[in-house]
């Protein structure tokens, strides 16, 4: 406990530096960046009135040379990102911060927070890794999904990682020194996000976004996948990997042992692990499948205690990260509270699935949903690299193609892995119940 205590404290005392650091980065948007409503559009000479958001202040902005006059949204409130380099009032381009919201888009957004309450509680991510996409697939801009998705985290989080915690999987001391270093991984990552932002503009955090997604997702999800399918090959249990072994031997004090994991490591293992996490969940607000992973693979935890723990670091990384973003004005929280009354339930019922399942069927639902998710944000790529200037103009026929395909497999992604956890919460249960009766049985004979 002393050890942790000095963890405690060198992050608390760390604290102030990034405090400042993020309040500077979070007060808003950069000068290249406004925020605000177009009042007036003047075709003939390319230009459109401004009221920036918060000052009011006026301005008469000249559209960039890519962008159409016809495409401007009057009285709604848009980013816009300025081209320094063509002229002070040159807009490079816009998009519009929050969508219009239909009764079609808010039951998806109820369905959406329902399955990834269900992942969040099963397998301790977040459910970011297909609420972020599907956000984005109903037009939601990149960073406002990933701010909006942050906030109704950290709430719902609390919610798992205490349902877990009473059933004596969550390791409380694990999850605060992860936590610790992730959020120094989470404000990198705020940062990140905003140079993009800054430098490319919505259409270029789309794209990052989205291949970070795609490659992170290929890569993290193949892994968990062949190590599912390596735990089948095995009769179903859980070997500790050659890395974390390799891991636990290393002496580097301070050493700390965690209870409910049952793993003795070196603080300092944990601390890129933590910062990655909390990297990737302020980046593109997904942390959960990089930091399960990171704690079977590298510091040698089970997968159910895994899954637990991360709730607690999602609860942590969440409430900073909300703040943040929060400062910068990009949380929409129409899509913040619709997300969370649902998800709210879901977190409970996977949470609940997680008791009745062996190790590996965690692994295989992870792995399905990351891959599937992964072909859902991958198709997208080319029509965000064109939006960016990267590559040719894609004709309007083949983006609305890509357009569906993503829309059809993540959509297939959530049917797949709500079905994987049902079916196997009812078997678990099921077996639990028969097994209960057969005890009972033998007790009375």
Request: aromatic residues 8%.
């Given at each position: 406990?002393?050890?942790?205590l000095?963890?405690?404290l060198?992050?608390?005392?760390a604290l102030p530096v990034?405090?400042?650091?993020a ?6 948007p950069?000068k ?6 177009v009042t ?5 000479e390319?230009?459109?009135?401004f009221?920036?958001?918060g000052?009011k ?11 159409k ?5 009057m009285?709604?409130?848009?980013l ?14 816009f998009s519009?911060?929050?969508m219009d919201m ?8 109820l369905a959406?927070?329902a399955?990834?309450?269900?992942l969040s ?15 984005m697939s109903?037009?939601?801009?990149g960073?406002v999904?990933v701010?909006?998705n942050?906030?109704?985290k950290?709430p ?5 990682a205490y349902k ?11 999850g ?16 990140i996000?905003?140079y ?15 291949a ?5 997702l ?8 062949y ?6 090959k095995?009769?179903g ?24 994991a ?5 603080a ?8 990655l ?20 693979y ?5 997968a159910v ?10 609860f942590?990384m969440g409430?900073?990260?909300s ?10 929280i129409r ?7 649902t998800?709210?339930?879901g977190v ?9 399942v ?5 692994k295989?639902?992870m ?14 790529v080319?029509?965000?690299?064109a939006?960016?200037g ?10 609305t ?7 059809w497999?993540?959509?297939l ?20 119940r ?6 009972t049985g033998v007790?009375?004979?």
């Amino acid at each position: 406990m002393k050890k942790l205590l000095l963890i405690c404290l060198f992050v608390l005392a760390a604290l102030p530096v990034l405090t400042q650091s993020a309040f500077a980065a979070g007060a808003g948007p950069s000068k290249d960046m406004l925020k605000g409503i177009v009042t007036q559009v003047n075709g003939a000479e390319r230009t459109v009135v401004f009221v920036k958001d918060g000052t009011k202040e006026v301005r008469t902005l000249a559209l960039g040379e890519k962008m159409k006059i016809e495409d401007m949204k009057m009285n709604t409130k848009v980013l816009i990102n300025l081209d320094k380099h063509a002229g002070e009032n040159v807009m490079k381009d816009f998009s519009v911060m929050f969508m219009d919201m239909t009764v079609s888009k808010l039951l998806a957004l109820l369905a959406i927070g329902a399955i990834g309450g269900l992942l969040s509680g099963f397998i301790g991510s977040g459910g970011a890794f297909v609420m972020t996409p599907a956000m984005m697939s109903l037009g939601v801009p990149g960073a406002v999904a990933v701010a909006s998705n942050m906030c109704h985290k950290f709430p719902k989080a609390m919610v798992g990682a205490y349902k877990r915690w009473k059933y004596g999987q969550a390791d409380i001391k694990l999850g605060l020194v992860m936590a610790s270093t992730a959020i120094i991984g989470v404000q990198i990552g705020i940062e990140i996000q905003k140079y993009i932002l800054h430098k490319f503009g919505g259409a270029g955090s789309n794209l990052y976004i989205s291949a970070v997604f795609m490659v992170v997702l290929v890569f993290v999800g193949g892994y968990v996948f062949y190590d599912a399918w390596k735990m089948v090959k095995g009769g179903g249990e859980e070997t500790v990997s050659k890395l974390a072994i390799a891991m636990q031997k290393i002496n580097l004090p301070p050493m700390i042992h965690f209870k409910t994991a049952n793993v003795t490591i070196s603080a300092w293992i944990t601390v890129p692990v933590g910062v990655l996490t909390g990297m990737l969940a302020a980046t593109i607000a997904v942390g959960g499948f990089v930091g399960v992973p990171g704690m079977i693979y590298v510091v040698g935890v089970s997968a159910v205690v895994a899954s637990a723990t991360e709730l607690i670091i999602a609860f942590v990384m969440g409430a900073w990260g909300s703040v943040q973003w929060g400062l910068s004005g990009l949380i929409d929280i129409r899509l913040s509270l619709l997300l969370l009354a649902t998800s709210l339930i879901g977190v409970q019922l996977g949470a609940l699935g997680t008791t009745y399942v062996k190790d590996y069927i965690i692994k295989v639902v992870m792995a399905t949903t990351m891959l599937i998710v992964a072909v859902s944000r991958g198709v997208m790529v080319p029509g965000y690299l064109a939006d960016v200037g990267f590559i040719a103009p894609i004709n309007a026929g083949t983006i609305t193609v890509l357009e569906r395909v993503s829309y059809w497999s993540l959509l297939l992604a959530l049917c797949s892995a709500g079905l994987i956890i049902v079916v196997a919460m009812v078997k678990g249960m099921t077996a639990d119940r028969r097994s209960r009766k057969a005890l009972t049985g033998v007790q009375h004979g």
